[in-house]
């Protein structure tokens, strides 16, 4: 059964709906409070609840006297370096080629209990301004890319990359084999932290076709979830073969 949203959380959910469609750009007003209270049916104390939860979160900033205005982002030169593997290979003097193998938009039910754990995704809900009409389980949740890329035509990475399908509406329509998934995302959604691990593991068989390598051979992954407005906006995981690639950086 779909569960019913919280009318503090509608109102959150509504107002990064205008900021990420830039209805409301870094450093606009947005509507007052009051104004918000008779849009949504509730009293200023549940739209207050809002504000001050986008405010922590660093979406929205309030100035006393003044009003709620939408928070310049501070991070808009990121603090997370996200390194762009076309870009290290071309000033390595390589040939680089990227080949899409798949893309598609993913609905609630079908997340598995890791990406449902990553986005904070606990419950099939429909948009506030979904129509009555539309069923909650066809709206996507995230989007789902993977891509291999090459060096010298050589398969040196595998990426296989999951996106916040409100935040980044227009992640799925990008041509990847020409756009950097890395360059797109922080030019339209701006990084503020992220977190790694790398581990070596044995490649399953799809990986290994992927990376045209032996199955079970050694790999490098890179597994990445970083964040905007305080909330994860990609997760993405990079196998490398191990006897193709290295991790390297300045002390």
Known sequence: MTKTIPAYQRIKDAILDNIHSGKWQAGNAISTEMALAEEFGVSRMTVNRAL???SEERVLERRQGSGTFVAQQQFNH???????????LKSANRDYEAKV????????DM????????????????????????????????YEVKIIHFADGQPIQFEERWVDAK???????????????????????PLEIGSYTIRALAAPDDIAEFLQIAPQSPTLVLRRQTYSAGQVVTFVKMWHA??????????
């Open 101 to 108: 193998v798949s893309k598609r938009a993913i609905t609630a």
């Open 167 to 189: 935040k980044v509406p227009e992640f799925i329509d990008q041509d990847f084999s020409v756009v950097n998934t890395s360059d797109y995302l922080i030019a339209k959604s």
């Open 111 to 142: 997340l598995d209990n890791e990406l449902r754990r990553k986005f904070g995704i606990d419950e099939i809900t429909a948009p506030f301004n979904t129509s009555a009409h539309t069923n909650a389980s066809d709206t996507p949740v995230l």
């Open 242 to 251: 191990g006897d193709r690639y290295q991790f390297s950086g300045e002390l």
């Open 78 to 88: 990121t603090f997370v370096e996200v390194r762009n593997i076309a870009e290290d």
């Open 52 to 54: 001050k939860e986008l």
